[in-house]
């Protein structure tokens, strides 16, 4: 099976730009997390969707958005981008059994200029 | 905020020498796992060990759990150049809908 695929990989945007991030998970697996990585602040977690549905939250302001859609293919949105906002987006899938081993993307690599 | 704390953070050995590295947490967990990242690119699961689990072996990987103490370590036996990397525990916590909540990382470096 091939894996979890991101696109874009690497993005340069300028602060109040908006972006979005496309994240397609292993076949078969419904579960699409998203963290942001960092230097200062690590691995973080943003959001969890299963079957369009949003099952967990991180502690991110409102300007980080995400959706998931039939296919399980999942975007992430980020408005009105800040400096702070560069950083690696990962994204990861699971699946249905065996749920607690979750599997990466290669990442996102977003620069905001 | 973290929940694991990898100890130490950055580890330089030689090639074939062991790599320990621990990694302490909070809060009551159902799982804690090891992830391996290479250079900023995404993490590749390494081993689990679930909280009734006291240690778990996979190849060169030993991983132990110490639930009375909450932490944990890792193993990597006969190390390779290949092995350096980035390593991170994250734990599953108890009652947290199954979001993991990684550590800051530590950096390993195997010298051939």
């Known amino acids: 099976k091939a894996g979890v695929t991101q696109t874009p990989r690497y993005l340069i945007k300028t602060r109040g730009q908006q972006v979005t991030l496309s994240c397609s998970p292993i076949?078969?697996?419904?579960?699409v997390s998203w963290y942001q990585q960092t230097p200062g602040q690590g691995l973080q977690f943003l959001f969890e969707?299963?079957?369009?549905?949003?099952?967990n939250k991180g502690n991110f302001p409102g300007r980080f958005s995400g959706r998931q859609f039939s296919n399980s293919r999942s975007e992430m949105n980020v408005s009105t981008l800040e400096l702070g906002d560069s950083a690696l987006y990962l994204c990861?899938?699971?699946?249905?059994?065996?749920?607690?081993?979750?599997?990466f993307g290669p990442g996102t690599r977003l620069l905001v200029l | 905020s973290q929940q694991g704390e990898e100890d130490p953070q950055a580890l330089s050995i030689q090639e074939g020498e062991n790599a320990t590295m621990n990694c302490s947490y909070k809060?009551?967990?159902?799982?804690l796992q090891w992830y391996r990242q290479n250079s900023g690119r995404g993490l590749v699961h390494l081993i689990l060990?679930?909280?009734?689990?006291r240690e778990k072996h996979s190849g060169r990987l030993r991983v132990t759990l110490d639930t009375s103490k909450k932490s944990s370590s890792l193993l990597i036996t006969a190390s390779r150049a290949a092995d350096t990397a980035s390593y991170f525990c994250?734990?599953?916590?108890?009652?947290?809908?199954?979001?993991?909540?990684f550590g800051k990382g530590m950096k390993l470096t195997v010298n051939p």
């Open positions: 990861a899938s699971r699946p249905d059994r065996g749920r607690e081993t979750q599997y």
């Open positions: 076949s078969g697996h419904r579960s």
């Open positions: 969707y299963f079957s369009e549905t949003q099952r």
């Open positions: 809060t009551s967990i159902n799982n």
């Open positions: 060990i679930r909280s009734n689990e």
């Open positions: 994250a734990t599953e916590i108890q009652g947290g809908s199954e979001k993991l909540v």
